[in-house]
T-cell receptor
Framework: DAGVIQSPRHEVTEMGQEVTLRCKPI?????LFWYRQTMMRGLELLIY????????DSGMPEDRFSAKMPNASFSTLKIQPSEPRDSAVYFCASKPTGSAGNTIYFGEGSWLTVV | AQSVTQLGSHVSVSEGALVLLRCNYSSSVPPYLFWYVQYPNQGLQLLLK??????LVKGINGFEAEFKKSETSFHLTKPSAHMSDAAEYFC?????????????FGTGTRLQVTL
């Protein structure tokens, strides 16, 4: 079984540029999560979807960040314009719907550096 | 809202010694609790989880954790540390959002294993 697939794995971009991170959840998983990890703030939940519908986006830091899930097998996280403080590892994760005890599976992360 | 507190951002043990990583939770409802491990430059991987069955939960790589309601704790242990256990460990709690539940993570504990 393929796990959660994220792309790109690494990206270096200049301040002001648009960044798009992509995620393919595990087939059959109905919940999808975007987390951000930094040394200063640890793991933060940015947004999550259930059945392609955003449930909670209160963790999105500001309007420069947006996320979409046009179908059950694809999601994007976009930053426009990017800033150096956005440098972090961005994780996508997915979970089968049903019990709150179901395991969340993480991708390998997208390592973003904004210079 | 649910939360977890991990005591000790860094723990160092000798190879062969007991590993004890502490996690306390706060929840207004019976929680689901998780331990994840993150190896360098990788995503998070589930070690074990408590979902209101047995209070002593066994996970992968010889780790186990005991749910203690009276102490609101879910500490992670391993009888004998191995060099390969060096990683960052995250405790997490799931809310009771039903099919749209999400995980809230602690700040992580970095485990160092020395010879």
């Amino acid at each position: 079984d393929a796990g959660v697939i994220q792309s790109p794995r690494h990206e270096v971009t200049e301040m002001g540029q648009e960044v798009t991170l992509r995620c393919k959840p595990i087939s059959g998983h109905n919940s999808l999560f975007w987390y951000r990890q930094t040394m200063m703030r640890g793991l933060e939940l940015l947004i999550y979807f259930n059945n392609n519908v955003p449930i909670d986006d209160s963790g999105m830091p500001e309007d420069r960040f947006s996320a979409k899930m046009p179908n059950a097998s694809f999601s994007t996280l976009k930053i426009q314009p990017s800033e150096p403080r956005d440098s972090a590892v961005y994780f996508c994760a997915s979970k089968p719907t049903g019990s709150a005890g179901n395991t969340i599976y993480f991708g390998e992360g997208s390592w973003l550096t904004v210079v | 809202a649910q939360s977890v507190t991990q005591l000790g951002s860094h723990v160092s043990v000798s190879e062969g010694a007991l590993v004890l990583l502490r996690c306390n939770y706060s929840s207004s409802v019976p929680p689901y609790l998780f331990w994840y491990v993150q190896y360098p430059n990788q995503g998070l991987q589930l070690l074990l989880k408590y979902t209101s069955a047995a209070t002593l939960v066994k996970g992968i790589n010889g780790f186990e954790a005991e749910f203690k309601k009276s102490e609101t704790s879910f500490h992670l242990t391993k009888p004998s540390a191995h060099m390969s256990d060096a990683a960052e460990y995250f405790c997490a709690v799931s809310d009771q959002g039903g099919t749209a539940s999400k995980l809230t993570f602690g700040t992580g504990t970095r485990l160092q294993v020395t010879l």
